[in-house]
Nanobody, 118 residues
């Protein structure tokens, strides 16, 4: 019902910034929340940031104060602004969507690699 396409990943030096973008298409009026997840080598997938259809946001403690999630409903897009990047932020980042009436993030993008290294 919903398709998600991510972009913006890449290689950045510690202390640098990146902005990830996620474009949603399909039955976007069925989305209750959007989120960014990441999975680093040897670690479980974790929720980095989430935003509801009403605009409420939440962040993982490890990124709070450095990352910011935002949305542009007119463009059917969600963004993750990442500042003061650290090597431990290196991971594959996934855009995800939770459907209205659902309990999980059921829709997923393909993932984009973020590497923070000197």
């Amino acid at each position: 019902q919903v398709q998600l396409v991510e972009s913006g990943g890449g290689l950045v030096q510690p202390g640098g910034s990146l902005r990830l973008s996620c474009a949603a298409s399909g039955r976007i009026n069925r989305i209750a929340a959007m989120g960014w997840f990441r999975q680093a080598p040897g670690k479980q997938r974790e929720l980095v940031a989430g935003i509801t259809s009403g605009g409420s946001t939440n962040y993982a403690g490890s990124v709070k104060g450095r990352f910011s999630i935002s949305r542009d409903n007119a463009k059917n897009a969600v963004y993750l602004q990442m500042n003061s990047l650290k090597p431990e932020d290196t991971a594959v980042y996934y855009c995800a969507a939770m459907p209205i009436g659902g309990y999980l993030y059921d829709y997923w993008g393909q993932g984009t690699q973020v590497t923070v290294s000197s």
